[in-house]
């Protein structure tokens, strides 16, 4: 059993045991605690047979904690085909993510606060069948930037099968691993250069 609290693994590899996680647990793993919050945008991969609301509390506890350390922590569900995530948290999947990548939708209306939470959650929004076209979207390189500008951390919520994500990895400054046997090691080729920052298990 892994120590909730101390690193797995090495930066160049990647953890290769799990942090176990409790979401409900006050305090984050040492992985992924709030000091180790960066601007830009995190992934947060999931695989889809891990348990549903364990994933959306892990998200969302990484979210309020890494707000609650400072940063300014916006929480994007890409799981764009097969939403789940506004759900577990308690609201609507109104104007989103495919809304401001496909139909140039303002992203400073599509974030909205998380009662009693802090951060901003942007919901995954009008169904799309591809969802590929939004992760290789080229409004991802300005966007990136204005979060880096605006020293915000921006969690990006998706299953490691999501169509074109090697696209979204290159803007990533690492990736956290919910659930899943394998860890890391079930993440697909084109993401394998996206560092693992944590494996956080339930």
């Known amino acids: ?6 690193l797995a693994g090495t930066p160049d590899r990647g953890p290769s045991a799990p942090t176990f996680f409790d ?19 995190v992934l947060l991969l999931f695989d889809r047979d891990a348990d549903r609301d ?21 929480l994007a569900d890409l799981c764009l085909d097969d939403p789940f995530l506004h759900e577990r948290i308690g609201m ?19 974030a909205r606060a998380v009662p009693g939470r802090g951060f901003y959650l942007i919901s995954s929004g009008t169904y799309t069948p591809d ?51 394998n860890g890391p090691g079930a993440l697909p080729a084109s993401v394998a250069g996206v560092a693992t920052r944590a494996w956080l298990a339930p």
């Open 131 to 181: 969802a590929g076209e939004v992760l290789r979207s080229p409004r991802w390189e300005k966007i990136v930037a204005g979060f880096r500008d605006a020293n915000a951390a921006l969690l990006l919520f998706a299953p490691s099968d999501a169509p074109e994500l090697a696209a979204l990895g290159r803007f990533a400054d690492g990736a956290i691993v919910l659930g899943g046997g």
């Open 1 to 6: 059993m892994t120590d909730p609290h101390a």
């Open 54 to 74: 364990w994933v959306a509390d892990a998200a969302v506890a990484l979210a309020t904690g890494w707000h609650a350390a400072g940063r300014r922590t916006v």
């Open 92 to 110: 609507p999947n109104q104007e989103g993510v495919v809304d401001i990548f496909l139909y140039g939708a303002s992203l400073a209306r599509s």
């Open 23 to 41: 979401p409900s647990f006050e305090r984050l793993p040492a992985p992924v605690s709030g000091d180790s919050a960066t601007p830009g945008p």
